[in-house]
């Protein structure tokens, strides 16, 4: 027999209390803010459109909802890329280093982990997302899938070993700010030694820019970049890039990059970078709305 609720999945107060839930369920399964609250809205239109009577629990039908209509929204960007061809990085959260956003920021999924969560395919992501960071059971995910849901188990536990690939970032952020800090002022300084100091041997470089996405590793490499973006560095200051320390580059208030590090036992151990102008236009503006030099006197933060 089907449990009366006060307030169904479309209600507004069910709904907007559940909202940032949703969110984050949507932004774990699409790696972009921006495709996020599309689908949290195209929820809401699937919630307006149900019946109460037949809903048992609408927080966990709003999730299920919503990584439906995530999954759609997967499946038909991995046939874009097979006709494109066109690898794009995660679209990053980006915050100031002051107290409220820390907090704001403090859950969100790292970065490196997105960026790795974008190899797995629709299915494994969303059985993934679903039942290692939200705990739902399997026997609801598998409906979502059309899969049984000892099907779903596999699924997920195919994506939890792809994932163990990812480096785990310093869950201290002051030493993450330190490294981030010693490797702007590197850069500034063209210091190709204390760069490579900085650098894990194995580190891997992406960079997202109007060329489309290239791949450096190694430190030496790595290093050689950040000698060419040393006229930049000038302008960049630190910010919190997905809840971990990075920088964010503009001048006059012109976005020029994001940089996103993963800071693993004292070096940085990956650096991803979105130059490309589209993609920053989706980014709060006010993290740009700098003149990008440090004050007279002083240092930016």
Known sequence: MTEHVDAGPGSTRQFEEQRPHLLAVAYRMLGSH???EDAVQESW???QRADPAEVR???RWLTTVTARVCLDMLRARAARREESL??????PVVGDLDPEHEALLADLVGFALLVVLDTLTPAERLAFVLHDMFGVPFDEIGPVLDRSATAARQLASRARRRVSSAPVPDPDRGRQRQVVAAFRAAAR???FTALVALLDPDIVLRADAPGGLRTFRGADSVAQQ???FSARAEFARLAL???AAGLVVARDGKPIAVMAMTVVDGRIAELDIIAE???LRTLDPSVFDYDGAPPAGGTRR
Do not use: F, K, Q
């Open 86 to 91: 066109d690898a794009r990085l995660p679209e």
């Open 57 to 59: 629990h609408p927080g």
């Open 45 to 47: 239109i699937r919630a």
């Open 189 to 191: 300084a063209g210091d």
């Open 226 to 228: 950040a000698m060419a």
């Open 34 to 36: 921006s495709e996020a």
């Open 241 to 243: 890039v997905n809840g």
């Open 277 to 279: 102008p589209t993609r």
